[in-house]
Nanobody, 122 residues
Framework: QGQLVESGGGLVQAGGSLRLSCAASGRTFSSPVMGWFRQAPGKEREFVGAIYRSGIATDYRDSVKGRFTISRDNDKNTVYLQMNSLKPEDTAVYYC???????????????WGQGTQVTVSA
């Protein structure tokens, strides 16, 4: 089936940047859609954005528009989440997921990575 492995998380000051990577193996990268979600302590998992196999990104959640960008490198079977102008409220575990269609509902996705922690200090 394959797997997804996120990396690139860490601790950053507000206003800083991070780039998360999601390396896909097996059949996961051929999924029609690759999505990014995040989950903060005590909160529900929320959609950040997604990208189609074609490389076209979907809309992003309002709170990250203009700051986050999703891209993919099909030669490397990797999806990226570039995060700029980070805010403390961006602190969460970030997950990538593979699914059959673009959806804001995490239950629509079939495969998940283990997550990577992003912490933004004030």
């Amino acid at each position: 089936q394959g797997q997804l492995v996120e990396s690139g998380g860490g601790l950053v000051q507000a206003g800083g940047s991070l780039r998360l990577s999601c390396a896909a193996s097996g059949r996961t990268f051929s999924s029609p859609v690759m999505g990014w979600f995040r989950q903060a302590p005590g909160k529900e998992r929320e959609f950040v954005g997604a990208i189609y196999r074609s490389g076209i990104a979907t809309d992003y959640r309002d709170s990250v528009k203009g700051r986050f960008t999703i891209s993919r490198d099909n030669d490397k079977n990797t999806v990226y989440l570039q995060m700029n102008s980070l805010k403390p409220e961006d602190t969460a575990v970030y997950y990538c997921a593979a699914g059959r269609r673009a959806s804001m509902d995490w239950q629509e996705y079939d495969y998940w990575g283990q997550g990577t922690q992003v912490t933004v200090s004030a």
